[in-house]
């Protein structure tokens, strides 16, 4: 019915794009056939007809007098939305293959610039570092950043430089890092032993769900002193059962991607088709309360003890409160900075560790030279220990490898120019959406020899690559102003992770499987992580 009170008459053009949204408004709106619902929708679908036309000429016009990068012609309504596909980052680098190293695109109504070469990469993030420092506003960064009073998503200003601040000078300190040093050595032996219970009587065990828990514990712990995952957790917490709060983490990480369809086409937002917004708020609500009940415990504990000798991140936090250069630590903020912590610290070190152990199950020479340098170094009768790490050469080669084939944030998070600005000749508006697609620079033939091969040896040459965010080559963690705040702390905690489990536990495929059919199919939410989950044989490997 809404479809032929907007299309044209029959024989007349329409627009593929409104065909796309009707086909969307059908499959997600019209189910409840109310009157009262079919004519509020048609009164947002005759205002959304007017928008478009709006839009369409804002585009035409912006084309005219720009000269933007090159790129493919978008549709009307939905821009190039339909080309970016499941797996984005390989859509674009096929995309960048075809118009070259900075193409530009259009999300809806939102125009996108993706630069896909080290030469666009070192402009974007270093030459004009304070130009692109600022990050889009989205459904994400207002409801779970509290209107973008978060760090990942707080746009480029003083709010932000505070909390970068705060990481740089008190939660991401080489000392509060080594501070933190017993709980990552638990954590690992407990997953290591958790591993080896699992895998008992010859079980397949599920890696990835083991990794991502002691990852899970391991922030947590840093965060805020708490467990809530495996045998050594309570059962109950904060008047909730460990199920409720383990559904609560594991709803969050996966919202973390979502992108509601109006942050992209406006004028579609009050329809909030699939109600993405919707469940943003439910979550934001529920971890709200968990969240607040933290930050109380940890004021009453205060009080009671005002010098604690073992401050996680929510005490480090609320002595900020009142900072005298006028920058107000509020509740908001902290819960802001609190969800951020969780979401970047627990799966991307979880699926970089993931990704490491499926190449070493596709390469078993390369697993048993690691595990030989492991024995050379620690020996069969002790853990690893943190101070081991610096001696394990070939471990770095092998994690330095797993980041530039597989970064799990392969267009990193988007940045956004607040003043127009021009890249190499072109125009790019200001607030345009800029994403650096590190995956293509990552693996591209001109830059990397035979880049689809897992080969770390290529990280034992003199003159090899940093990602630290100076080879603009490799950008696992970005660089400049907006880079990683916690890659020291996630580099320890993969390449301890790895050393450990390698050390303890002989892995090996089920049977039948040969090393090749260990699939590296991804999926994207935001981080690309394996789209199966490792099953594998685990036994222990030393007599300990
Ligand atoms: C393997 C581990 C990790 C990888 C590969 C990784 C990668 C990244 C990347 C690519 C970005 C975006 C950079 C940009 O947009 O230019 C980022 C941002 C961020 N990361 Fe990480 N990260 C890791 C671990 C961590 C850990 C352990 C923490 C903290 C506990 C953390 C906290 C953050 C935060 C807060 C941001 C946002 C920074 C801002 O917008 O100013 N990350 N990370």
Redesign the pocket.
């Known amino acids: 019915m809404v479809r032929a009170m907007l299309l044209p008459p029959a024989g007349q053009a329409h627009s593929p794009g409104l065909i796309h949204v009707l086909d969307l408004l059908e499959r997600h709106c019209l189910a409840p056939d109310t009157s009262l619902i079919l004519n509020s929708i048609y009164e947002d679908l005759l205002l959304a007809r007017e928008e478009m036309a709006k839009e369409r000429l804002r585009y035409f016009e912006a084309m005219k007098r720009q000269r933007l990068p090159p790129g493919p012609r978008p549709w009307p309504i939905i821009g190039n939305l339909h080309q970016l596909g499941k797996l984005p980052h390989h859509s674009l680098t096929k995309m960048a293959e075809t118009y070259g190293p900075i193409v530009s695109f259009w999300l809806g109504s939102k125009l996108v610039v993706m630069v896909a070469s080290p030469d666009s990469a070192r402009e974007v993030?270093k030459t004009q570092d304070q130009i692109f420092a600022s990050?889009p506003h989205t459904s994400n960064g207002v409801i779970r950043g509290y209107n973008r009073q978060n760090?990942?998503?707080?746009p480029y200003g003083p709010a932000?430089r505070f909390?970068?601040k705060v990481?740089q000078l008190e939660l991401?300190t080489a000392k509060r890092i080594m501070q933190f040093q017993h709980i990552r050595k638990e954590e690992v032996m407990n997953l290591v032993q958790a591993l080896l219970d699992a895998g008992r009587a010859g079980r397949l065990v599920e890696v990835d769900e083991k990794v991502t828990e002691m990852s899970a514990n391991n922030?947590t712990r840093?965060i805020f002193n708490k467990v809530y995952f495996g045998s050594n957790c309570p059962s109950t917490e904060l008047g909730k059962s460990k199920e409720e709060v383990q559904k609560t983490f594991r709803e969050f990480f996966r919202a973390a991607g979502a992108i509601p369809i109006g942050d992209i086409i406006p004028f579609l937002a009050k329809l909030d088709l699939g109600k993405e917004v919707a469940k943003m708020w439910k979550l934001r609500r529920k971890l709200e309360a968990f969240f607040r009940n933290i930050i109380k415990e940890h004021r009453q504990r205060r009080e009671a003890n005002p010098v604690a000798a073992d401050e996680d991140f929510v005490d480090v936090l609320l002595s900020l409160e009142e900072d005298n250069s006028g920058n107000k630590m509020t509740d908001e903020i902290i819960m802001g900075v609190l969800g951020?912590?969780l979401l970047?610290?627990t799966d991307?070190?979880a699926?970089?560790v993931m990704w490491t152990l499926t190449e070493l199950m596709r390469h078993p020479e390369i697993r048993s030279k690691l595990q030989q340098e492991i024995d050379q170094v620690v020996g069969q009768h002790r853990a690893v220990e943190e101070s081991d790490l610096p001696q394990l050469k070939y471990l770095e080669a092998v994690v330095k490898e797993s980041?530039r084939l597989h970064?799990?944030?392969p267009l990193?998070?988007?940045?956004e120019n607040l003043v127009k600005t021009k890249v190499f000749g072109y125009d790019i508006p200001a607030q345009t959406r800029v994403y650096?697609n590190?995956y293509a620079i990552q693996r591209d033939p001109q830059v990397w020899e035979n880049p689809l091969t897992f080969k770390p040896e290529r990280f034992l040459k003199k003159e090899n690559k940093d990602f630290r965010g100076h080879d603009f080559e490799f950008?696992?963690?970005?660089?400049?102003?907006?880079?990683?705040?916690?890659?020291n702390?996630?580099?320890i905690?993969?390449h301890l992770t790895v050393a450990q489990m390698l050390h303890a536990c002989e892995f090996s495929l089920p049977p039948g499987m040969t090393p090749e059919q260990v699939s590296v199919e991804e999926t994207f939410v935001l981080t690309a992580v394996r789209a199966h989950p490792l099953q594998l044989l685990v036994a222990p490997r030393l007599a300990h």
């Open positions: 993030l990050r760090m990942i998503w707080a932000w909390l970068r990481c991401f922030m840093m951020d912590m970047a610290g991307t070190s699926d970089q980041l970064p799990v944030v990193l998070l988007p940045h650096l590190v950008l696992p963690f970005g660089s400049g102003r907006r880079a990683c705040p916690g890659m702390l996630g580099l905690m993969m």
